[in-house]
């Protein structure tokens, strides 16, 4: 059993493309990260969420606490976005990861 | 900008070898973690230490320890590599719990 689920597990898409990835969980949580993974392995903490919606550039992050359900978008996609993405929840005690969202953006 | 460093972006071990992966924190952070990331498995909790000298186990500590002899230093010690180790390791601070991480670029580990 995931307690968190993202979909999709990859994605492929063209330059300037909008970009949506969704995350879902079944654990009660304080706060909601989305992390960015480049090849060669460092993680980068892009949003906390706990509520709402944050923006930053082209990426914004939605979350729905009643629903248990947040999404990363990313505007106007450039080949340098390509990364995993992952999507971390905390409970107060605890993280819970997604196993992450590849995307590759073509040129 | 909060740094952590991991002394090694690759290693390749022999079974049977005593490995150490170091983390190192310059922020003054209270909290280290250690987590392994698999393909399909996302990354798991090794072990973390909220103060000096103090850990406590995460969700696989099987086959590892840890040592945390100073605040900005966190180890991880695989006693006895073996194969099914080889992943990557990636060392992680925060100010507070949940809130305030900061990753290392991680260490890829090959057991052969």
């Known amino acids: 059993k995931n307690e968190v689920e993202q979909s999709p597990q990859n994605l492929t898409a063209q330059e300037g493309e909008f970009i949506t990835i969704n995350c879902s969980y079944s654990v009660g949580i304080s706060a909601l990260h989305w992390l960015q993974q480049h090849p060669g392995g460092g993680i980068v903490s892009l949003f906390m969420l706990s509520s709402g919606k944050k923006k930053h550039g082209r990426l914004i992050a939605t979350i729905n606490i009643q629903e248990k359900h947040s999404s990363l978008h990313i505007t106007a996609s450039h080949p340098r976005d390509s990364a995993v993405y992952i999507c971390a929840v905390f409970t107060g005690n605890q993280f819970y990861f997604g196993t992450g969202t590849s995307l590759t953006v073509i040129p | 900008d909060v740094k952590v460093t991991q002394s090694s972006r690759y290693l390749v071990k022999r079974t049977g070898e005593k490995v150490f992966l170091e983390c190192v924190q310059d922020?003054?952070?209270?909290?280290m973690f250690w987590y392994r990331q698999d393909p399909g498995l996302g990354l798991r909790l090794i072990y973390f230490s909220y103060d000096v000298k103090m850990k406590e186990k995460g969700d696989i500590p099987e086959g590892y320890s840890v040592s945390r002899e100073k605040k900005e230093r966190f180890s991880l010690i695989l006693e006895s590599a073996s194969t099914n180790q080889t992943s990557m390791y990636l060392c992680a601070s925060s100010f507070r719990q949940g809130f305030g991480y900061t990753f290392g670029s991680g260490t890829r580990l090959t057991v052969v």
């Open positions: 922020m003054d952070h209270e909290n």
